[in-house]
Each structure stands twice: as structure tokens, then as C-alpha cells.
């Protein structure tokens, strides 16, 4: 079972325009564009529980209706609850500059799992019937 931790998504753009996040875990290499990232939708603009090591990609328009400017962003969920950025795009292109670097990100999990946080000594803050509990709620 994946290690999951509680993140913040960001919300690009304009709340009042389109804008989505996704856990991204495949690339389609033969689509240039947003179709090509393939996942699990998150809501954007607050916590979220995802994987730990997994690749999260924010998507939001800002301007007119008529004329929207689109952003995006990859980032990479850590274990401690942060997003380190790995790359941003704008522009029509957005999907197209973003894909060979998420391909990246994603072949970088298989070579080299992400796993859970080690033991830290914050744990004995926990009783041990709490951490019990945690793992029969995990099925450890």
C-alpha cells in the first residue's frame, strides 16, 4: 500500500476560470496535449492526500473568456506534506513542454520507488495503542 501524505494544491489562474489538478501515473507520448496526461483529478486550491513521490500537475486559465492565459505546473508530492516544483508552462504549447519532463518524473518512480517517511522520534508523542490503530487502519 502507497504512503500517502497531505498536500496543499495550489490553485493556478483564476478560480473563476477552468482549472483542475491531477495525479498524474502515465504519459500518452503520441498526444502533444493535455489529453496526453493520464490520472486521477484532485481538487485544486487545498489539502489533498496523495502518494508520496507522485507527480501532481495544476492546470488554471487567468484573463478573459474570450482570451484566457494558460498555466500549468508539475510538482512532485514529498513526504513531509510539500510539492517541489519541477517544471512550469504557459501558453498553447503548455502540454507539449510539459510532457517529456513528466515522462521524466514518472520513469525516475519506477527506477527508484519513493517510500514512506523512516521512523522519527515525533512517533513517541503516540501511544502505541494509536500507532496500532494506524496500522490495522493501513492493514499492516
Request: no cysteine.
Amino acid at each position: 500500500m502507497e504512503a500517502l501524505v497531505a498536500v496543499e494544491v495550489p490553485l493556478v489562474g483564476d478560480a473563476r476560470h477552468k482549472n483542475w489538478a491531477k495525479i498524474i501515473d502515465n504519459v500518452d507520448e503520441s498526444k502533444s496535449s493535455g489529453w496526453a496526461f493520464e490520472g486521477e483529478f484532485i481538487a485544486a486550491g487545498g489539502i489533498q492526500d496523495v502518494p508520496v513521490g507522485s507527480v501532481v500537475m495544476v492546470y488554471g486559465e487567468k484573463g478573459s473568456r474570450a482570451n484566457p492565459q494558460i498555466e500549468a505546473q508539475v510538482f512532485v508530492a514529498n513526504g513531509d506534506g510539500t510539492l517541489t516544483p519541477e517544471q512550469a508552462a504557459s501558453g498553447r504549447a503548455w502540454a507539449r513542454t510539459l510532457r517529456d519532463r513528466v515522462s521524466e518524473l514518472l520513469q525516475r518512480q519506477i527506477e527508484q520507488p519513493m517510500t514512506g517517511l523512516a521512523w522519527d522520534v515525533d512517533l513517541m508523542r503516540y501511544s502505541d495503542d494509536a500507532i496500532i490503530e494506524e496500522m490495522r487502519r493501513r492493514k499492516l
